[in-house]
């Protein structure tokens, strides 16, 4: 045993750390738990009993030795390494690896470039729920229940237990106008953009899910003319000056007279194409005076204010902008469309 512990104090005398491979060598050769001093303490049970406790000792000197001259080596080496001079084929000028930047999705651009458009002019933003009483999308609207009109709008049904109110997934952004009516007084000046749902097959040009931005305007003596004027500046400010914009009459139940918004074809800048199937001009949205009867059910007295509305779909505002042809490219997250608009 004595000349173990002897042949072990020279091996540990003998043994050079100058690098950070040595030192985990020495580790594994000396104090690891399969290392050379486990083995000598493993031994000591054959060591006669009364000079187990010496020998003990002189054991755990040498332990503590290699410990130590491990942990000094340990330190000066990781002194050595932060002083270490910088490698010199490394170019510390090159730049650094850029972090790969999002872009925003050009919904989300559009969405915001009219919300600024019209907080320009005072309109403030509300939103509303997704999930839907059947009363404030349909009822409120002046849609009478069982009336042919709610066919317009093929609807997700979510919960539809006779005798109960009935949930469906908005199948516009109009119920909004009710809610904000419910919960304010007139003047009102409000846009409220979301997303709404209809049972469509998916396609080119329709989906289940897509977004729309309402308006709303209520005060006294609010008029047609009001409502014109509103949509010109924002036509303009969106799509540029010389844009024209037409109203076509039209209906929806919940305004009085109502009409559909065009705007001068993008494409052929009014020329006539195929886009615009040769007329020169496009839709955009809907419009009208808020039926009486819709003020009413909101809370609203119709006698003192009147108003105006109207309501566009974001992503046929996003298609004729930016030329879009497919509507299922806005939630596919192709990596290569969505690029597209990194610097907008
Ligand atoms: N809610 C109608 C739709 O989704 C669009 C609309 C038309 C909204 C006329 C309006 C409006 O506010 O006045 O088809």
């Known amino acids: 045993m004595q000349e173990n512990i002897t042949r072990l104090q020279a091996a540990l005398d003998a043994f050079d750390i100058t690098t950070a491979e040595q030192l985990e060598q020495f580790r594994v050769a000396f104090t690891g738990r399969k290392g050379q001093l486990a083995d000598l303490f493993d031994e000591l049970k054959t060591v006669a009993p009364d000079q187990r406790r010496a020998v003990g000792q002189q054991l755990n000197q040498l332990k503590q030795y290699a410990q130590q ?34 872009t925003r999705h050009p919904l989300s651009l559009v969405r915001e470039e009219i919300v600024r458009i019209l907080a320009r002019i005072g309109f403030n933003v509300e939103e509303g729920p997704e999930i839907e009483d059947d009363w404030h999308n349909f009822t409120a609207l002046n849609f009478p229940e069982n009336h042919p ?40 000046r409000s846009i409220m953009p979301g997303r709404v749902y209809r049972n469509e097959a998916i396609s080119a040009r329709a989906h289940m899910m897509f977004h729309q931005v309402e308006a709303l305007f209520v005060d006294e003596n609010v008029s047609f003319a009001d409502l014109k004027q509103t949509v010109y500046y924002f036509v303009q400010e969106l799509f540029g000056d010389d844009m024209q914009v037409r109203f076509r009459p039209s209906f929806f139940p919940f305004t009085e007279p109502s009409a559909e ?45 009147s108003g105006y509305a109207w309501g566009m779909g974001i992503e046929r505002i996003a298609m004729l902008k930016y030329q879009i042809k497919d509507l299922r490219l806005f939630t596919e997250n192709d990596m290569r469309f969505l690029r597209q608009f990194e610097a907008s």
Not at 74 to 102: I, K, M, R
Not at 161 to 169: A, R, S
Request: with cysteine; hydrophobic share 35%.
């Open 261 to 305: 918004i065009d705007i001068t074809c993008l494409i052929c800048k009014g020329k006539g194409c195929n886009i615009c199937k040769g007329t020169g001009w496009v839709e955009i949205g809907g419009c009208g005076m808020v039926d009486p009867a819709v003020l009413e059910q909101s809370g609203i007295d119709p006698e003192k204010y």
């Open 69 to 102: 001259k491990f942990e000094q080596r340990q330190q000066e080496l990781a002194a050595a390494s932060a002083n270490a001079p910088a490698d010199p084929t490394f170019d510390y000028t090159l730049p650094t690896v850029p972090n790969a930047l999002g």
């Open 149 to 188: 009109a709610r066919d317009m709008q093929d609807t997700f049904f979510v919960h539809r237990t006779p005798g109960q109110p009935e949930w469906v997934l908005r199948t516009h952004t109009s119920p909004v106008q009710v809610r904000v009516m419910q919960s304010q007084k007139p003047p009102i």
